[in-house]
């Protein structure tokens, strides 16, 4: 079993549309959590970044960590065409660079937002 | 503008050959990293610098090589002794303490 799991999709929805995106764990001693979009051969890019469990919202991205369920999801409030990209999920048990050597990665899942 | 430069953007090795990526960053970051992504499986840390001349294997460091002597300049090399390199690499930094990994653009290694 993977240490992080993500649905790889692909995930198509209508612009406007709320989009889930989730990731499930199993290492308990993760506490940093973050989404990166990475849009089609490009670098991904920091998203969201959540420590620890509960809630965080930054415009139209809501970030949330359940780690009693070992559960990190990210919605999108009204999708744009924009939004299409892959979605990465990625957490740490921290220390050093908050971690960011021992950083692992979901595999990703690609969002596409039809016009 | 501040960032990390990957080139080139595409590479095409031959048998048995050795061939160099570049990751170039003006972040004035200490830390540096090297991803290995391949479709369906999540980012795989290949080595990461967190300080000049120093460097450390990650998951998955057997058939590369890199050197850091120098903080904006993190070169990886994909020797022959790497069975199956083709994937796309991607070079990050981060500055001290912090969280935010800076991503580069990639570059996608093919064997001809």
């Known amino acids: 079993q993977k240490e992080v799991e993500q649905d790889p999709g692909p995930l198509s929805v209508p612009e406007g549309a709320i989009v889930s995106l989730n990731c499930t764990y199993s290492?308990?001693?993760?506490?940093?959590f973050m989404w990166y979009r990475q849009y089609s051969r490009k670098g991904p890019e920091l998203l969201m970044y959540t420590y620890s469990s509960g809630n965080k919202e930054d415009g139209r991205f809501t970030a949330q960590v359940d780690k009693s369920s070992k559960y990190i999801s990210l919605f999108i409030r009204d999708s744009q065409p924009s939004d299409s990209a892959t979605y990465l999920c990625?957490?740490?048990?921290?220390?050093?660079?908050?971690?960011?050597?021992?950083?692992?990665f979901g595999t990703g899942t690609r969002l596409t937002i039809i016009p | 503008d501040g960032g990390i430069t990957q080139s080139p953007k595409y590479l095409f090795r031959k048998e048995g050959q050795n061939v160099t990526l570049s990751c170039e960053q003006n972040?004035?970051?200490?830390?540096m990293y090297w991803y290995r992504q391949d479709p369906g499986q999540g980012l795989r840390l290949i080595y990461y610098s967190q300080i000049v001349n120093d460097f450390q294997k990650g998951d998955i460091a057997e058939g590369y090589s890199v050197s850091r002597e120098k903080k904006e300049s993190f070169p990886l090399t994909v020797t022959s002794a790497q069975k199956n390199p083709t994937a796309f690499y991607l070079c990050?930094?981060?500055?001290?303490?912090?969280?935010?990994?800076?991503f580069g653009s990639g570059t996608q290694l093919s064997v001809l």
């Open positions: 972040l004035n970051h200490d830390a």
């Open positions: 990625a957490m740490s048990a921290g220390a050093g660079n908050f971690g960011n050597e021992k950083l692992t």
């Open positions: 290492n308990s001693a993760f506490q940093y």
């Open positions: 990050a930094s981060s500055a001290p303490g912090g969280e935010k990994l800076f």
